[in-house]
């Protein structure tokens, strides 16, 4: 088992940025593929980046392709996701999510472990 804590988010400007994190508790960090997913209000839950166990391959959501890097510390047990000429259709509470399958998968239902998330809210 694993435990999620994001951090990072806040207020930012269009064109600004942020880097994220996520701090996985346990000693089976590598174990685990890693995703990123936001859900902004009244819209369903969806990914937006993920990163396998070794941290060799990654994937994107075509939205935020080009302007955002996932990338994980195995030492550290963490995470990141940095964003970077945010918009504001990337205002959303942000959660990371641990998951037992290799891909990593873009799929909510395949992740096991979720973190409270983080909001992140970019003004036009």
């Known amino acids: 088992q694993v435990q999620l804590v994001e951090s990072g988010g806040g207020l930012v400007q269009a064109g600004g940025s942020l880097r994220l994190s996520c701090a996985a508790s346990g000693r089976t960090f590598s174990s685990y593929a890693m995703g990123w997913f936001r859900q902004a209000p009244g819209k369903e839950r969806e990914f937006v980046a993920g990163i396998s166990r070794r941290g060799d391959y990654k994937n994107y959501a075509d939205s935020v392709k080009g302007r955002s890097t996932i990338s994980r510390d195995i030492a550290k047990n963490t995470v990141y996701l940095q964003m970077n000429s945010l918009k504001p259709e990337d205002t959303a509470v942000y959660y990371c999510?641990?998951?037992?399958?290799?891909?990593?998968?873009?799929?909510?239902?395949?992740?096991?472990?979720w973190g409270q998330g983080t909001q992140v809210t970019v003004s036009s």
């Open positions: 999510a641990a998951s037992y399958a290799s891909g990593p998968p873009s799929v909510v239902t395949l992740y096991e472990y």
